[in-house]
Nanobody, 121 residues
């Protein structure tokens, strides 16, 4: 059983910073791409940032220059440093990862439970 456990999040004022972390655990053969998505009520989930196993990154235009994604391959963790936060960054943030397991040799997407980020003054 694979689990993605998120931590961090909470509330911040506009211009402030927050850091999200996510740890993958369980019977994993290989952790491939990892990333963060966010979703507002009534809207579809959208990519915030992603990082490949070899460190290549991809960011949504709305967060470029403000958010930084990083991963620790040895610990199978991914973090999202969120700086210069704006009220429109308020959402539920979800960690995801493409992980190979015995059951899914070619890999499958796994999701965290979500963590709330609220930006307001």
């Amino acid at each position: 059983q694979v689990q993605l456990v998120e931590s961090g999040g909470g509330s911040a004022q506009p211009g402030g910073s927050l850091r999200l972390s996510c740890a993958a655990s369980g019977s994993m053969l290989r952790v491939n791409d990892m990333g963060w998505y966010r979703q507002a009520p009534g809207k579809s989930r959208e990519l915030v940032a992603a990082i490949s196993r070899d460190g290549r990154t991809n960011y949504a235009d709305s967060v470029k220059g403000r958010f930084i994604i990083d991963r620790d391959g040895a610990k199978d963790t991914v973090s999202l440093q969120m700086n210069s936060l704006k009220p429109e960054d308020t959402d539920v943030y979800y960690c995801n990862a493409f992980i190979s397991t015995i059951q899914f040799i070619d890999g499958s997407w796994f999701w965290g439970q979500g963590t709330q980020v609220t930006v307001s003054s």
